[in-house]
């Protein structure tokens, strides 16, 4: 074990023995001071957790590198700092603070809404629990220039997190995002005030809901069908989450009149014990609404993570056994059936535009091509959707955009992920299909016939701790420096480095337009396929994802088409040694 590195954390953990931090914080820190393995306190203190872009995310517990309320209160005193010096001479400046089920989530929101009023700034402060994108609404429709929603959205329960919001709702981009950790930095823990200003603290709740709920709606394209179909059988869970608060309720406005909770899943509950992980990205998260979904014959079953910004999807089958639904063929047949119906509805006036991030399907853009409707590559996290919608607000119309991570936003009085819309649409498409004698699974596959067959699959490789970050970083500069010339047997023809902004095409050189550069490479081969690679910037990963095209002649044909298609991707794992 490096000394060095002991001496430093152990330096920097006695710092938190002072009287500046509570009884059960120095007794933690301590016990790690104590203990003979100095792993734990390493991990806890080697640096400080790093405020990014997007905000803050770790495990909870004490140390510099731990979420506890010192740690969120020196990153709330550098936003409050740099909120103030962006609207200076501003009278009523305010913000949003919401949370999440999570341990810990309520007593951080309070934390935060405290050092904010003590900072002058009126904060509208959620009475309990609520789904980040009513989060995201709320800032837009009160008007407030900021915001803070405590969540450590899908990752497990030992994590806690906080994003940060900008007055378009959105979290923050630059230079917003650099100024405030700019800010952050420069606070120490005597520079925290802690103590509130009542006064300023205003609690929010059920008259937003009721705004959110009409926003909601409007989301809606076909009500005629939902009336047709309003019988549906709806199996959904909120994992022990915020969606237990809105998704129910959004349903049932919409027209759905036969909408079953999974009781045990109801139930707030930060430890998540129905559960391994809270991520519908896992299936094994999906296990206890199939099996209700069985009970009463369900016509699908969804479920919302603890946050309720990403969304699970699960339908039947030609055999009638549940299907779940991956996060491209979720944002696939969302965009498919907002571009279908509402040309369909004539709803498309012409000026319409879609987006998706790079790492998503291309089928996406395939779709958007032949309807000619403007569709757009971002960056990974819906700030950057969100950015696109900014850009034209009033100007061009956005109705749709997604990403591969079971994120998808229908319309734009949101500005992040919204699971209660587009739940209540896809039970909308649901309704549609079945009207027209079709399932889900069915719709899907009338999309591969008619748009071409696509598989996706996704590697992460979990590298922890400073180690694990020293591990990736290496990877990334391995591939730069010398980057595959073929994939799954077909010679890579392209690549593009989101660092450099520069890619290379059949041996020619160009630049790429993106309004930043990111850690992402990406390699095209010659029969299709599309490898992206990037470090994820809130865990301890770095994620692959794949991308291959394959042949489909019917709807039969599909699972002879994704062996085919796995065959490819595990070549392709094993060029790149995973």
Not at 65 to 91: D, E, L, P, S, W
Not at 328 to 354: C, D, P, R, V
Not at 396 to 422: C, M, Q, T, W
Request: aromatic share 8%; net charge negative; with cysteine.
């Amino acid at each position: 074990m490096d000394e060095q590195l002991v001496k430093q954390c152990t330096a920097e953990a006695q710092k938190w023995l002072s009287p500046a931090f509570d009884a059960e914080t120095q007794a933690e820190v301590k016990a790690l001071l104590d203990n003979e393995d100095k792993t734990a306190l390493i991990d806890a203190f080697y640096q400080n957790l790093e405020f990014g872009t997007g905000g803050l995310r770790g495990i909870m517990g004490a140390g510099t590198n731990r979420m506890n309320k010192y740690i969120v209160g020196m990153a709330t005193q550098g936003f409050a700092n740099y909120i103030n010096k962006a609207f200076a001479g501003k009278k009523d400046i305010s913000v949003v603070v919401g949370h999440d089920c999570r341990n810990n989530s309520r007593l951080f929101a309070e934390t935060v809404a405290d050092i904010f009023s003590a900072n002058g700034i009126k904060v509208y402060l959620f009475e309990s629990l609520r789904p980040t994108p009513e989060i995201s609404f709320a800032i837009r429709q009160l008007g407030a220039q900021a915001g803070v929603n405590i969540t450590a959205s899908h990752n497990p329960r030992e994590y806690n997190g906080y994003k940060a919001y900008w007055d378009d709702g959105a979290q923050v981009l630059s230079p917003h995002d650099t100024g405030i950790i700019d800010e952050v930095n420069k606070v120490s823990i005597d520079q925290v005030k802690f103590t509130p200003n009542t006064d300023l603290i205003q609690l929010i709740g059920g008259e937003m809901d009721i705004d959110y709920l009409n926003a909601v709606l409007e989301t809606r394209i076909d009500p005629d069908v939902i009336q047709r179909q309003k019988d549906l059988c709806i199996v959904y869970s909120p994992l022990h989450g915020t969606g237990r608060v809105i998704i129910p309720a959004a349903l049932r406005t919409w027209g759905f009149q036969n909408i079953n909770v999974v009781k045990e899943q109801m139930v707030i509950d930060g430890n998540f014990p129905t559960v391994v992980s809270p991520n519908p990205e896992n299936s094994e998260a999906m296990t206890m609404g199939m099996k209700l979904g069985d009970k009463l014959n369900a016509d699908l079953v969804l479920a919302s993570d603890p946050d309720a910004d990403r969304l699970a999807v699960v339908c039947r089958d030609p055999k009638g056994q549940w299907c779940i639904l991956n996060g491209n063929q979720t944002a696939l047949m969302l965009s498919y059936y907002i571009i279908e119906n509402k040309k369909k509805l004539g709803q498309l006036k012409g000026n319409e535009f879609m987006v998706k991030t790079i790492v998503t399907t291309e089928t996406i853009a395939d779709i958007a091509k032949r309807n000619n409707v403007e569709y757009r590559d971002v960056y990974t996290g819906f700030k950057w959707i969100a950015r696109e919608i900014k850009i034209d607000e009033g100007k061009k119309k956005y109705i749709g955009g997604g990403e591969e991570s079971f994120g998808y936003l229908p319309y734009d009085k949101v500005r992040d992920k919204d699971s209660p819309a587009s739940i209540c649409l896809l039970c909308e498409i649901a309704a549609w299909a079945k009207d027209n004698g079709m399932t889900l699974y069915d719709l899907l596959m009338k999309i591969y016939l008619d748009y071409g067959f696509a598989y996706q699959d996704a590697v992460s490789v979990v590298k922890p701790g400073k180690t694990g970050a020293d591990e990736i970083k290496q990877m990334m500069e391995d591939f730069r420096n010398c980057p595959p010339k073929t994939l799954g047997g077909s010679p890579v023809v392209c690549v593009k480095d989101y660092k450099t902004l520069k890619m290379v095409a059949n041996g020619k050189e160009s630049s790429l337009e993106m309004p930043a550069t990111s850690n992402v490479l990406q390699w095209f081969t010659e029969d299709g396929t599309k490898i992206s690679v990037r470090p994820s910037g809130t865990e301890p990963k770095i994620k692959f994802y794949v991308e291959v095209k394959g042949e489909m002649g019917c709807a039969n044909c599909y699972e002879g088409a994704v062996k085919t298609a796995k065959t490819k991707v595990d070549a392709i794992k094993k060029d790149l040694k995973l």
